[in-house]
């Protein structure tokens, strides 16, 4: 686990009514008091890298608004930095990449303190160096919890595209990236079925799935035959959406899957708290972090979710976050019929993948209708 860097931090008294226990089940739609500043610095503070958020007379902060970002926001855009970060191939440094997001959306750790602080009635510069010192936080710290985050999303997306049939982003789930690795949940499923079973002896891993994909991984090594191909693309049709083939079927394991999810869902801390408007005591979520928010945030979306089977089928609340087939970032969906993220390219594949399957379906129509002629032509050819 994390060591978490140690800043003492004096708990302010809460400043706005808290998260309580009814407003958890709104957790994505409620605008949170993130304080944003204008710039941000970093260094090296006994070895260890930290980013400091830049108050002073130069600098100054803008306090939370209606514009501030609501829960869904944070987890699509955090997501989002995430998957930005671990690309192999971009080349803007993530330490600038996390500064952008920051002055975007609002420092990332101390909410609430950071919150208190800027909105004391007697606050005046002399406070800035503090208000530094609360919203500074650690490079790694940060890049510990957007992995952790990201990977156990991509999970939860990954196994939600298996309900509809869509194996691309299990199967390309835990491919090497530059700094998360994802969750190897999936990766049996790729040779499985290829595998003689009295060649490969998997009780040693005690139903541990973790273990028995060790071991696979191991025989896969000692037998390269056994590799499957791993380049299922239609050849003939090299702009076909990317077909990938699973040597088993991991949706037989949904339930399975689905409660090793569970499993590496964090546990959120529930405190009282006093609202000072209405001098009431209540059971209050811990908003320590936008993480927490996240967490929350998708926690709420998975306590939303139905049996697979049902998927679908209900119109999901309001504004559900989905995963863009194109880009694969994550969005908030406002309409039933938004399919991307809205960026441009993402549309325009869209539209061209449209007219490649209408494309496709008259070429069968046609072909099958080539084949009845003949047929009814030449009874006695064989057509197969
Ligand atoms: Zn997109």
Known sequence: MYDEFDYEINRPKLRKPALGFGDIGGAGQIIYNLVRFEEYDWDNVKDRDVIIPLCDANHSFILPNEKSPTGKEILTSLYN??????????????????????????NPYAVDELYAMVTDPGYDHAQDYWIEKTGTFELNRF???????????????????????????????????????GLPFFEKYKYFDDLQEEEIDLSTAEGDLRKEIALLA???????????????????????????MFAGIPYDDYDDLYDKLIDIMPSFTIRVRRDPKTQ???????????????????????????????????????????????????????SNRQITCGKIECNRERTKRNKRRE?????QADAAQDKNATYSNNNSSENC
């Not at 998957?83 to 959306?105: A, G, M, P, T």
């Open 81 to 106: 930095l995430a998957k930005k970060i671990n690309d192999l191939h971009d080349e803007r440094s993530f330490l600038y990449r996390i500064v952008d997001w920051c002055k975007q959306y609002g």
């Open 280 to 334: 009431r005591t209540v059971f209050a979520a811990e908003v320590e972090s936008v993480f927490d928010i996240a967490w929350l945030t998708l926690a709420r979306k998975i306590a939303d979710d139905v049996p697979p089977e049902e998927k679908g089928k209900h119109q999901e609340i309001k504004g559900p976050i989905k995963i863009c087939p194109f880009c694969g970032d994550a969005f908030i969906q406002n």
């Open 218 to 244: 191991k025989y896969r090594k000692e037998h390269p035959e056994a590799d499957t191909d791993e380049d299922c693309l239609d050849d003939d049709h090299p702009d076909e959406e990317d077909e990938v």
């Open 359 to 363: 494309r496709a379906k008259k070429r």
């Open 143 to 181: 890049m510990y919890d957007l992995g952790r985050l990201n990977t156990t999303m991509a999970f939860y997306f990954a196994l939600e595209n298996l309900v509809f049939d869509e194996e691309a982003m299990a199967y390309h789930l835990s491919e090497e990236e530059r700094f998360f690795e």
